[in-house]
């Protein structure tokens, strides 16, 4: 299970684009039972990626402006990253899927 990460970034953009500049290069859909990146053609089950990056950026103007970015590393070396622009717990997720995008919070008086 992902952790929400401390946000060093101050925007969306600025995140994908330093992550991009430490190899996250690909872009990552996100699909009922896998994940799928057109740039090489393949699809990830949850067990073959792990979730290494968990960043929330709030909106300033609603609560609808609110993502996340999800830094993803599959079994074969591919690196990429995933926006999630509304919650990843969309009823056409399967269970498994839900699961491995679930975000646990730490408690900073625990860490």
């Known amino acids: 299970m992902p952790i929400l990460q401390e946000n060093p970034y101050d925007t969306l953009s600025f995140a994908i ?6 190899g996250y290069n690909k872009d990552f859909n996100q699909k ?3 994940l799928e990146c057109k740039q090489n053609s393949k699809t990830y089950a949850p067990s073959d990626f792990t979730i290494t990056h968990t960043y929330r950026f709030e909106g300033m103007s609603s609560a609808g402006d609110n993502s996340v970015l999800y830094g993803i590393e599959t079994g074969d070396g591919t690196k990429g990253l995933l926006v999630d622009a509304y919650g ?4 056409s997720l399967s269970e498994e899927m839900i699961e491995k995008f679930r975000v646990e919070y730490e408690d900073p008086d625990e860490v």
């Open 88 to 91: 990843v717990y969309a009823d």
């Open 17 to 22: 684009e330093d992550l991009k500049k430490k």
């Open 32 to 34: 009922e039972e896998y």
